[in-house]
């Protein structure tokens, strides 16, 4: 197979040198193996997220530097369910800022952590401040859905919790990408997680309190949402406004401005 240009790992040490010089945005995927109701494999996180960075590599001429994906993610809370794996908070931290920090240390100032598992934020938020804080790069975080809001209200035909995990959203990407690998005859609708006007799960529109208590306590399936709801067509319109709006972002932050830092310790204010 000829050589991927937009690939991390297909360059030489030596040609990883010279590329680090254009200032590509370094982008870090990272999903998980868990439990997605009993109509989607235990991949989806992994091949949605993945199948978003690799399209948007193709599509960025050269602004994007794709990583290898990290495929596990934070998992304890959906532990009751066989094919989870789970690694442990701490230690996917201290694994995701070793990777970023590596990155920084070759010369690459920008770098972008896509996740495609929303139990990693609260991890890769920390994960990004601290490579900022301890190297010469700026990171940042994001999960997939965030950069199409707009789009996925448009298309959006359930209620709160209804694109949650294994919903609406999610089923309805993996359709459009590949059908094949989807059991539609055995998605069923589950939001059973106590009313509250402050706790919620939901991927575009969470409760304003955050809590996650034991996944099998409100979902029996892995479901928290209505993926009877999903359509390819929906998939598609969300595929690609992730997508193109992933391009912008990358170009935007390639772009980004960095301010100067001062030490009022070592200097007088002047105001």
């Not at 995701?96 to 990693?120: E, M, Q, Y």
Request: with cysteine; net charge negative.
């Amino acid at each position: 197979m000829p050589k991927t240009p937009y690939l991390y790992q297909h360059h030489t040490w030596v040609e990883l040198g010279e590329v680090a010089k254009k200032n590509p945005v370094v982008v870090l995927p990272i999903g998980s193996v868990e439990d997605h109701g009993p109509h989607l494999p235990l991949d989806v996180d992994n091949f949605l997220i993945w199948s978003i960075c690799e399209e948007a590599a193709k599509r960025a001429e050269g602004d994007i530097l794709l990583m290898p994906i990290i495929p596990f993610g934070y998992e304890t809370h959906h532990m009751d369910f066989p094919g989870t794996i789970d690694i442990q908070m701490e230690h996917l931290l201290h694994f995701v800022l070793d990777v970023t920090k590596s990155v920084a240390h070759h010369g690459f100032t920008r770098i972008l952590i896509a996740d495609g598992h929303g139990s990693n934020m609260p991890i890769l938020d920390l994960v990004s401040r601290r490579t900022i804080l301890e190297t010469n790069a700026l990171c940042a975080a994001f999960i997939w859905p965030q950069l199409a809001v707009d789009d996925i209200k448009k298309i959006r035909e359930s209620g709160r919790s209804g694109m949650s995990h294994a919903c609406e959203l999610e089923t309805s990407v993996y359709l459009y990408l590949d059908s094949g690998r989807v059991q539609m005859d055995k998605a069923i609708k589950e939001t059973n997680q106590p009313p509250s006007e402050f706790i919620w799960n939901d991927l575009m529109n969470p409760g304003p309190i955050k809590m996650m208590d034991w996944w099998t306590k409100f979902s029996k399936s892995g479901i928290n949402g209505d993926p009877t709801l999903a359509t390819p067509e929906k998939g598609r319109i969300v595929f690609e406004a992730v997508v193109n709006n992933f391009v912008r972002l990358v170009r935007d932050f390639k772009g980004r401005p960095e301010g100067e830092r001062v030490d009022w310790h070592k200097q007088q204010w002047k105001g």
